[in-house]
């Protein structure tokens, strides 16, 4: 079956470390995302690429980082450099071609992250 | 992009039909109104998408009206799995993005 895969399901990262968190999807979309979610919110854009070896900043981009070099992986590296980590990550990805309808949108199960 | 507003949260019992109204005011003549459903500590879940009168489909209704200001997402028959958040989304971000309001939190007692 087709669909995104997110790892690991928990992490825990200590102060000053850098931590990444895996993305894959065998759905052939070009364009993948990374949101955020904090308790009782709703998501936040991070950073989205739209094809290979190419990338962009979202809403809160600082203190992370992602690269693109293959289409079905888009790897999120939280940096030491973000304060305030802790949160619930989504990856998602779509088939990018399709304007407005979202039959192609597809998200992952998702990476807590816990500054311990 | 526009913006929409839906209730915080909502209470309902197993077995009956439970409505989740969105408001919308400001949308574009080419946007789609789509609804997600999210279970805690797990990735939104598409439910429903439409663009104008009313879909249905092995899940949920959407109705919109004519003016497409507000939609309404029904549910019928609850039972206590489809406790959950529930997102109105219209449109898309610049970027290709879904964009999420703060939910709907839908809890439905025995």
């Known amino acids: 079956d087709g669909g995104i895969t997110q790892s690991p399901k928990y992490l825990f990262r200590k102060e000053g470390q850098n931590v990444t968190l895996s993305c894959e999807q065998n759905l052939n979309h070009d364009a993948m995302y990374w949101y955020r979610q904090d308790p009782g919110q709703g998501l936040r854009l991070i950073y989205y690429?739209?094809?290979?070896?190419?990338?962009q900043k979202g809403d809160i981009a600082e203190g992370y980082s992602v690269s693109r070099e293959k289409k079905e992986s888009f790897p999120l590296t939280v940096t030491s450099a973000q304060k305030n980590p802790t949160a619930f990550y989504l990856c998602?990805?779509?088939?990018?071609?399709?304007?407005?309808?979202?039959?192609?949108?597809?998200f992952g199960s998702g990476t807590r992250l816990t500054v311990v | 992009l526009a913006k929409t507003t839906q209730p915080i949260s909502m209470d309902s019992y197993e077995g009956q039909e439970v409505n989740i109204t969105c408001s919308h005011n400001?949308?574009?003549?080419?946007?789609?109104i789509t609804w997600y459903q999210q279970f805690p500590s797990q990735g939104p879940r598409f439910i429903i998408q439409g663009y104008k009168t009313k879909v249905t489909n092995e899940v949920a209704s959407l109705f919109i009206p004519a003016d497409r200001k507000s939609s309404t997402l029904s549910l019928p028959r609850v039972s206590l799995s489809d406790t959950a958040v529930y997102y109105c989304l219209v449109g898309r971000g610049s970027q290709g993005n879904l964009i999420f309001g703060k939910g709907t939190k839908l809890s439905v007692k025995p």
């Open positions: 400001n949308i574009a003549t080419n946007d789609y």
């Open positions: 998602a990805s779509s088939s990018g071609q399709v304007p407005q309808a979202v039959y192609g949108y597809t």
């Open positions: 690429s739209q094809i290979v070896n190419d990338f």
